[in-house]
């Protein structure tokens, strides 16, 4: 993260000038013939080729790079059988890094897309001893893998998990406009003079949320809504209905960047292809 910074700090080393560089006046008189060695300097390592401390130790599945920093100042943490307390070091492929004692290394990453079904929290753990949707991927992956982004209880259809951090901030940050296409059942039919009103921005809680898109569903009830937005704002889909006067019967996400429930039954789940990876790799 910092290249650009060390870059500009490389170009300014290099700029430095040396005994050797220095023009100087000629003498006026003759001097003893003086050799000059050249000093070399000490070869620094390409950070720019490491990975920052606290994002090596999330990756492999020890806890949370903000939990990773705690870790770190406290002396948790050796490279190389040396203690190290700085933030920003940066992990090189040939470092053996331990954590309280133990080696450690970033984990495989892996993707898996679930089809959540209803009465699951999206959470890690529930003290009120609730149904989790890790529950239902339990057993998909060896490796510690979180939910990206929320579905609340009783709505149902695609969760990605995975443990790539860097995917999972840019499929959740506002500015990616991330394509999310939910099936609303109300209810009662939605009138087409409401159905006008959702179309572009609306303001819910005093806050703009923008709808892409908004139609009836074909060949069903005009209380079967398609509605399609990037705003990622807890429940927004059905603070947008009640904004209106109706209520959610039902809600089941259909689309989540581009991913399908094609062929993947309720409360069941899979793994990415790597065309699905590719293409959630190439998005802006």
């Keep these: 993260m ?8 490389g170009r300014q080393d290099g700029k430095r000038s040396t005994p050797l560089s220095r023009k100087s006046k000629p003498l006026a008189r003759k001097s003893p013939k003086k050799t000059f060695t050249k000093i070399k300097e000490t070869p620094k390592s390409d950070e720019s080729s ?11 599945g020890v806890c949370s790079r903000r939990e990773a920093d705690t870790y770190i100042e406290h002396g948790s943490v050796e490279v190389n059988g040396k203690l190290v307390t700085e933030m920003g070091y940066k992990v090189q492929p040939t470092d053996v890094v331990r954590f309280d004692g133990t080696s450690i290394s970033p984990e495989q ?36 893998i979180y939910p990206v982004g929320r579905l609340d209880r009783n709505t149902t259809g695609l969760l990605l998990f995975t443990n790539d951090g860097d995917l ?7 500015k990616h406009n991330v394509r999310k296409l939910y099936h609303a059942s109300l209810d009662r039919k939605l009138d087409l003079k409401d159905l006008e009103k959702l179309r572009g921005e609306v303001v819910i809680e005093g ?6 898109a908004v139609s009836y569903v ?5 209380t079967e809504i398609g509605i399609e937005i990037h705003s990622g704002r807890n429940r927004i889909v059905r603070k947008i209905f009640e904004h209106l006067g109706y209520k959610v019967n039902k809600l089941d996400r259909v689309i989540f960047a ?4 094609k062929n993947l039954p309720r409360g069941r789940w899979r793994e990415l292809t790597n065309l699905e990876l590719v293409n959630l790799q190439k998005m802006q």
């Design 2 to 9: 910092n290249s650009n910074k060390n870059s500009s700090r």
């Design 50 to 60: 490491g990975i920052r401390l606290n994002k090596y130790i999330a990756n492999s």
């Design 109 to 144: 990453k892996k993707y898996i897309l679930l089809n959540k079904p209803k009465n699951y929290i999206t959470t890690m753990d529930d003290d009120r001893g609730r149904k989790t949707v890790m529950e239902l991927v339990a057993n998909a992956s060896k490796e510690r």
């Design 168 to 174: 999972a901030k840019k499929l959740t940050h506002p």
């Design 207 to 212: 806050r703009k949320v923008f709808i892409d």
């Design 218 to 222: 074909d060949g069903q009830p005009k």
């Design 258 to 261: 581009e991913l399908t429930k």
